[in-house]
């Protein structure tokens, strides 16, 4: 089977501003793939092109191997959204808004919709304009999940909710995701997408900076060593994958980039060590570096 | 006391430094307006020009649109006079839309928004932000009374007297008090800002349609009218300053009742009682067309009910027309020698001044589907089956519609009353009238059709239909006074129309303004279909 999303050199300007200078990641069916980066990184920007909402520059973009601007249609009939920020029509009531949505979307399942406003507590007969940030967002995620779909799109869909909320949300996406679906789950915060994650995208400043299995990153982020050694530490400096390096009499702390580690202690036992600590490096080590890039 | 106006004055200052340029825009922009015009009137007053504009503004159809005049005959109309009667009315009327606008800018809207809850977190008093915006409302109106003062002074013409200015002035300034009055009480009843601003705007044009069949059946009936405080004051003839009293008096008490009411009130709340909605949508919302529906319903019936008060109210006059024509001789020749009657020329003029209002349900309904983008209403639907043609064609559906059903209910009404009004002696039946009124279909088309193309092509520009509107208007309304070029009061949509039952039908160009609103809506559909939604701008 081929890819649900295919992305390959996605470009996106806004006036002169670059949006988007290289976006290519893929997901394949099946698969939960986090979309992450800090804010204004072009995450939106990004999701916005896949719905067709705004029109592409460059680049070749695919869902269901069909293209996302001419065939937005057929596509839309697929897939399910729900937006960052949802807003919704003040004078209408949570309960319209979530049916008005099943039916433009199609094949809503209603029993499912009675479910998921019971579990995320929605109260539906209020107004709209008397929701918070919180509850709307409810509304859109209830009106997304109660509709059969083979994409899922979430933009930081969890922003408002509190922690309890944001649990059941992470059991309902589990169950779409066992019965096979495919979902891109887009967030600038890692531990909303760790527990779910197959494959995670970091997207910094319009470009692609990182695609892997979240084993993968780890491997590819680096450990703090704290080191005495019986020589002069200040040695280790001039190591290869010594980065960070900070002394302090005869004891060095750095960290080290995992490829180089075999050069490290090659080059630490000649001094002499006298302690060695390791600690393992922390996905969010990982994602810090490359916001501050 | 202190703890619900404590500390206002540093909102006050606040209010000051940020709208420093709104002030000035607002104070040289209306200021000139009001005051600049008096070396064209000049012009107007040379030679018969007096005579002649005395007479044309004893027709009752013009002092239902501007407002009558003490001067009781054509030898006593002065400059002065003329200047007062043209623009008293109109200037004031712009001032207190501009308060009101304002006021609820700073009131309601700022709850809406939820600045005001960050506001009283701090030692603010509860009521301060009212007093401060009421205070630098006040204080913008005094600046634009002696800036109007000033600038008519400056001009050194005759019988614009250094007392007849400043009450020329006071008027207007006067007039963006009660307006901001208005809107403050209005801003505590609503719960949004959308309608409190909605129903201080249709209070003010109830005002001027209930004063439009006052001035022409008893203008004694207009002094009890709150408008009628600003322009009755008659500058540079009666120069009746006591009404500004009773102005003075009204916003007072009218100020002192929103403060009442916001005390008693709980932020964000207002006074209409809010019902327990709907758990499910009705079959009737569950579909683009019945979202849009059920979306515009509230403007679209607002602007419904204005229409057939609007057209009721100039048909109230058609009764006093006969009186009027009896008792002026110059008048009667005029209108025996042209062969047309009082009734028709009227109803010619009047239709052009209905439709065109008219025309703001249709472009507001067009602007609303952008309005809905850049809010983010649209995002989820963007990503079901609904299509871009689906949304933009249902709105225009619904723009026709309402300009359809809006030239019925204007046309309908005003004929309805005036045959009834005029009894036995009318020269004119129900179908006149509705032919009067369609005769205007394709300018609404036209506007519609301009406000299509900004949404596909400069969604941002919408607002500037209205621009065209108002300018529009303000052309025809100045064209048959001033002596405009043609190629230049062709500019203005409704000149190219003849304006029946006077003159007769054009279909040629009937034909010719629809094929091109046509072309406009099928223009901005091209660009509506292919350009990137804009959310969130």
């Known amino acids: 089977m081929t890819e649900v999303v295919k992305v390959h050199g996605l470009q996106k300007k806004f006036g002169k501003f670059q949006a988007l200078k290289d976006v290519t990641f893929t997901v394949e069916p099946g698969e939960v793939v986090g979309f992450i980066g800090p804010n204004g990184a072009g995450k939106s920007t990004t999701i916005r092109t896949l719905l067709g909402i705004i029109k592409r520059d460059a680049g070749n973009v695919e869902i269901f191997g069909k293209d996302v601007w001419k065939d937005s249609l057929d596509i839309h009939k697929r897939i399910s959204y729900v937006p960052g920020d949802v807003s919704l029509w003040g004078s209408l009531t949570g309960g319209e808004i979530i049916d ?164 490290i202690l090659m080059e630490a036992s000649k001094l002499g060590v006298k302690k060695f600590e390791s600690v393992p490096p922390t996905l969010e080590d990982l994602f810090m570096r490359h916001y501050e890039g | 006391m202190k703890e619900k106006f404590s500390r206002w004055d540093i909102l006050f200052v606040q209010y000051l430094k940020r709208d420093w340029k709104k002030i000035i825009v607002w104070v040289l922009g209306l200021g000139l307006f009001s005051a600049a015009y008096v070396p064209a009137f000049e012009e107007i007053t040379k030679g018969q020009g007096l005579l002649g504009m005395y007479e044309t503004l004893q027709n009752p159809a013009m002092i239902s649109m501007v407002g009558p005049t003490p001067i009781e005959t054509a030898a006593d109309y002065t400059l002065g006079a003329m200047y007062a009667q043209e623009m008293v009315l109109f200037c004031g009327l712009f001032a207190m839309i501009i308060a009101v606008l304002h006021v609820i800018s700073h009131t309601r ?167 327990e909605g709907r758990e499910r949508a009705k079959k009737s919302l569950l579909s683009v067309r019945g979202l849009f529906i059920k979306i515009n319903k509230g403007v679209i019936i607002g602007w419904m009910i204005a229409f057939v008060v609007m057209g009721a109210a100039y048909g109230s006059i058609y009764g006093d027309m006969q009186t009027f024509l009896e008792s002026n001789e110059m008048m009667k020749q005029m209108f025996t020698h042209s062969g047309v009657s009082i009734e028709e020329s009227f109803t010619g003029t009047i239709m052009m001044v209905m439709t065109g209002l008219v025309s703001i349900l249709p472009i507001a309904i067009i602007n609303k589907l952008f309005s809905e ?131 007769d039908f054009d279909a040629p160009i009937f034909i010719a303004i629809t094929v091109i609103s046509i072309a406009l809506v099928i223009i901005g559909y091209l660009g509506y279909s292919r350009r990137d939604m804009i959310e969130g701008a």
Not at chain 1, 139 to 161: N, Q, R
């Open chain 1, 100 to 263: 008005l949505f099943l039916k433009l979307h199609g094949g809503g399942d209603k029993q499912k919709r009675d479910y998921l406003i019971k579990r995320f507590e929605l109260d539906p007969k209020k107004k709209a304009k008397g929701y918070s940030k919180g509850n709307r967002q409810k509304v859109g995620l209830i009106a997304a999940l109660s509709v059969d779909s083979d994409l899922y799109i979430f933009d930081e869909p969890t922003s408002g909710l509190d922690p309890l909320m944001e649990a059941i949300f992470q059991e309902e996406v589990e169950k779409i995701k066992e019965s096979g679906k495919s979902i891109l789950l887009s967030s600038h915060i890692l531990s909303e997408v760790e527990r779910l994650a197959d494959k995670v995208v970091i997207i910094r400043q319009g470009e692609i900076v990182e695609t892997g299995t979240l084993d993968d990153l780890r491997h590819l982020a680096r450990s703090t060593v704290t080191l005495e050694t019986e020589g002069d530490v200040a040695e280790m400096n001039k190591v290869n994958g010594v980065f960070d390096f900070k002394q302090t009499d005869n004891q060095a702390t750095f960290s080290a980039d995992n490829q180089y580690l075999n050069e």
């Open chain 2, 109 to 275: 809207k700022e709850e809406d928004l939820g600045l005001t809850e960050l506001v009283r977190s701090f030692q603010i008093g509860r009521q301060a932000n009212s007093l401060a915006v009421i205070s630098e409302t006040v204080i913008i109106n005094v600046l634009l009374t002696l800036f109007i003062w000033g600038v008519m002074m400056s001009f050194g013409a005759d019988t614009i007297s250094a007392e007849g200015s400043f009450l020329f002035g006071a008027s207007v300034g006067m007039a963006g008090v009660i307006g901001a009055g208005i809107a403050l009480v209005m801003a505590q009843i609503m719960s949004t800002s959308s309608a409190a601003t909605g129903s201080a705007l249709g209070i003010i044009g109830l005002l001027y349609i209930v004063r439009a069949g006052t001035d022409v059946s008893n203008v004694g009936l207009s002094m009890i009218n709150p408008l009628g405080w600003t322009y009755l004051t008659y500058p540079f003839t009666e120069n009746n300053w006591s009404l500004l009293i009773c102005a003075l008096i009204f916003s007072i008490i009218v100020v002192t009742i929103a403060f009442a009411l916001e005390g008693a009130r709980d932020m964000g709340a207002g006074y209409l009682p809010e019902r």
């Open chain 2, 373 to 503: 983008e850049s809010r983010l209403h649209l995002s989820q639907l963007y990503a079901t089956k609904v299509t871009r043609g689906q949304l933009y064609w249902t709105s225009i559906g619904l723009a026709i519609i309402a300009g359809f059903v809006g030239i019925l209910l204007a046309a309908g009404g005003l004929g309805g009353i005036a045959i009834t009004a005029m009894g036995d002696s009318s020269t004119m039946n129900i179908f006149d009238f509705l032919a009067a009124g369609y005769n205007f279909l394709p300018s609404v088309l036209f506007l519609t059709g301009l406000a299509t193309l900004a949404l596909g092509w400069a969604p941002r520009l919408g607002r500037v239909v209205y621009v065209y509107l108002g300018y529009s208007f303000l052309l025809n309304y100045f064209g048959g006074i001033l002596d405009l070029p043609d190629w230049f009061s062709k500019t203005a949509i409704q000149s190219w129309i003849p304006r029946m039952p006077m003159e």
